[in-house]
């Protein structure tokens, strides 16, 4: 049997997103009111932090801006020493919708990482045209294969990891940029993690404006090719084996 949402911890990462945190913890108080949920406030120069802690939900404050990588492990650092059995990534600008964390979670009884994929069927979300389909389509292709199952959406981070992924994840989850993403993929699969995928609709941000634009979205590819090639070369073990209760 795999976690309950009554073991699950739900991570917010959030840089400057004071406009759109407040609906995104009502939100998950409405639709997932037995789960803890912590915000991880990654150097925020507004009242991310403050907006959190007005509705009563603990917030770690980094000194400064770590990347979401740096917000996450920190995130899987605290649901480790608390022996949460799950941990559900979301971020603090609206896009994930809520009422899809039941099934990710469900889905971690038969798997240790659980993607929410954007580009599975479900709503209408499009990896866009041209060179940045054909980037997200190799990416998708090369983990999939490593993984073993069909994952089409390798830069989500709307995310569940069961307990054997917490504990890789507390202990090596990357920092870098992109980390999150593409590489913490490799990770997991290179230390035994078994990877799954949930098709989910995503929604555009709550509030203020995203930070891509098309020559990041390049850019941010491009790397994205460079850090999965790293993380092929270099190998990932947990320090302790996984615990099972």
Excluded: K
């Excluded at 740096?70 to 979301?90: S, T, W």
């Excluded at 555009?204 to 941010?220: H, I, K, N």
Aim: charged share 20%; aromatic share 6%; proline share 6%.
């Amino acid at each position: 049997m795999g976690p309950s949402l009554t073991t699950t911890l739900i991570v917010i990462p959030a840089l400057n997103e004071e406009r759109a945190i407040t609906g995104v913890l009502h939100e998950l108080a409405l639709c997932c009111p037995d789960a803890d949920v912590l915000v991880v406030d990654d150097g925020s120069s507004d009242g991310t932090g403050a907006a959190a802690e007005a509705l009563g939900v603990p917030v770690v404050r980094l000194p400064f801006n770590l990347g979401v990588g740096g917000a996450m492990r920190a995130g899987y650092r605290h649901a480790l020493r608390h022996r949460y059995r799950a941990v559900v990534q979301v971020d603090a600008d609206g896009q994930h919708d809520a009422s899809y964390i039941p099934r990710l979670v469900a889905e971690l009884g038969s798997a240790d990482l659980v993607i929410g994929a954007r580009f599975a069927g479900e709503g209408r979300y499009s990896a866009g045209r041209g060179p940045r389909r054909w980037a997200m389509s190799m990416l998708a292709a090369v983990l999939s294969r490593l993984a073993g199952t069909r994952l089409t959406d390798t830069t989500s981070g709307f995310r569940a990891a069961g307990p054997r992924a917490i504990e890789v994840f507390a202990e090596h989850y990357p920092a870098e940029y992109l980390g999150d993403t593409v590489e913490s993929l490799v990770i997991a699969v290179r230390s035994g993690c078994t990877v799954r995928q949930v098709p989910v609709a995503m929604r555009p941000r709550a509030a203020g404006r995203s930070s891509q634009s098309p020559l990041r979205a390049s850019v941010y590819l491009l790397r994205a090719f460079v850090a999965l090639g790293l993380a092929l070369v270099r190998r990932w073990t947990p320090t302790s084996p996984a615990r099972s209760s």
